[in-house]
């Protein structure tokens, strides 16, 4: 019925769209509480406090794209939040938990993912990036490499400028013992795509 209203199937109307929408999130449908959410938040009427409490209603209800929402406001500290690089990094990784299978890569939170698990790599780690183990950098390379070549990321080149930097980064020593690459370039891992080695022995 609220698309209807919507659409304008039958009269565009978007207050009887908003309590249409507000009547089914009260019942527990997520999808109505996470589109209830988006409208709030692209009406930017100063609704903040709406916009969190549906958004976090549908987020709980294992809403996909409320999580990725509320990943986005951690990271950016929008919407009255303030920044948190592990709450980001917790609702980005639900959303695609919590997407349906050939659900296309949400180019918003696969950045907001790889950034977040490249800072907290910074931050927990004292700069150390290779950590056997524990470093960020295969993940944060996969995810931002799932937005290279996106026609829909206005900023791709911000997305292989930092694959670059990143990459340039762990290939300059050994993930295992450190040695400098040197003039000899360092083997790359075929598997995580994101460690280089001196050899088999430190693979």
Known sequence: ??????????????????????????????????????AYNVRRNNEQEQILHYATLAASHGNSRACGMLGHFFMRAEC??????????????????????????????????????????????????????????????????????????????????FISMVENEAKSHCTNCRKEAGSSPLKRCIRCLGAWYCGKECR
């Open 1 to 38: 019925m609220a698309l209807t209203y919507k659409e304008g199937t039958l009269e565009r109307d978007e207050s009887k769209y908003i309590q249409c929408l507000k009547e089914a999130a009260i019942i527990g449908r997520p999808d109505a509480q996470e589109e209830l959410a988006t």
């Open 80 to 161: 009255g939040l303030t920044e948190s690089l592990i709450l980001g990094k917790h609702y980005s990784e639900m959303y695609f938990e919590d997407a349906e299978e050939g659900d296309p890569c949400n180019p918003v939170s696969a950045c907001n993912l790889s950034l977040a698990l490249y800072r907290l790599g910074l931050d927990l780690f004292e700069r150390i990036m290779d950590i056997p183990g524990h470093s960020p950098i295969p993940k944060s390379l996969f995810w931002r490499r799932a937005l290279k070549g996106d026609p829909t990321v206005e900023t791709n080149d911000l997305v292989i400028k």
